[in-house]
């Protein structure tokens, strides 16, 4: 167990300290430790996904959270967590110390100008395997070892239509219904979601 821990201290300290961009921006990182090591599937994934989404703070550390309870229970979740946001405080340490002296550095200028390209393509990437993850029976897997994925059709249709069907819903809902319907708080359409996956599941069972 004390492994474990360590690994899991040591997946979610390399996820905080190299996920630039925000929560969105770590699940290629957490879809690589489920591969590795074998703690949830990529559909627990999804599901932890929402969960993290649904309830209040950051997502990235609601990532660590649950990943941490699914693996190692309430020690697992609190070691993740220390080990995602442990390189966040070392790096505003470090910020906050010579802030004053990089603070019109061009080199620093430049770095984060480089940065910026690669935090969108792991959101844009993250999205895309949501989006096919939620909508279609496509996944994204590595072939033979490699490291570049590629989609690959899983079983049943195409399209998942629960799934775009309630996309429909929500994107109808959220920007052309009547100002009562659009002024909701989104809350009440994350309940909607929700209780609409129950039926589907249950309906599906």
């Known amino acids: ?5 360590l690994q899991l201290f040591w997946e979610f ?9 925000g929560g969105m921006a770590t699940l290629p990182f957490l879809q690589a430790i489920g591969e590795s090591t074998g703690w949830y599937t990529y559909t627990d994934l999804m599901n932890m ?9 950051p997502i990235g550390i609601n990532m660590a ?6 693996a190692a229970g309430i020690p697992g979740a609190v070691i993740a967590t220390l080990g995602e946001v442990t390189p966040s405080i070392i790096v505003i340490l470090i910020v906050a110390a010579v802030l004053h002296s990089f603070r019109n550095n061009p080199y620093v200028d430049r770095a984060f100008y480089g940065l910026r390209p690669a935090s969108t393509g792991l959101i844009g990437a993250a999205c895309a395997a949501v989006a096919l993850e939620v909508l279609t029976s496509v996944q994204l897997v590595v ?9 690959s059709l899983g079983e049943g249709s195409l399209f998942n239509l629960p799934g775009l069907l309630l996309a429909a819903l929500l994107i109808v809902l959220t920007n052309w219904a009547p100002k009562k319907v659009t002024s909701l ?3 009440v359409f994350i309940g909607l979601s929700a ?3 129950v039926v589907f599941g249950f309906a599906g069972a």
């Open 13 to 21: 300290f390399k996820t905080g300290l190299f996920a630039v961009g």
């Open 143 to 151: 072939q033979n070892g490699g490291i570049v994925k590629s989609p």
């Open 49 to 57: 996904l929402a969960v993290s989404e649904s309830t209040p703070g």
């Open 195 to 197: 209780a609409v996956g």
């Open 1 to 5: 167990m004390i492994t474990t821990y």
């Open 185 to 187: 708080h989104p809350i």
């Open 65 to 70: 959270t649950y990943v941490g309870f699914t």
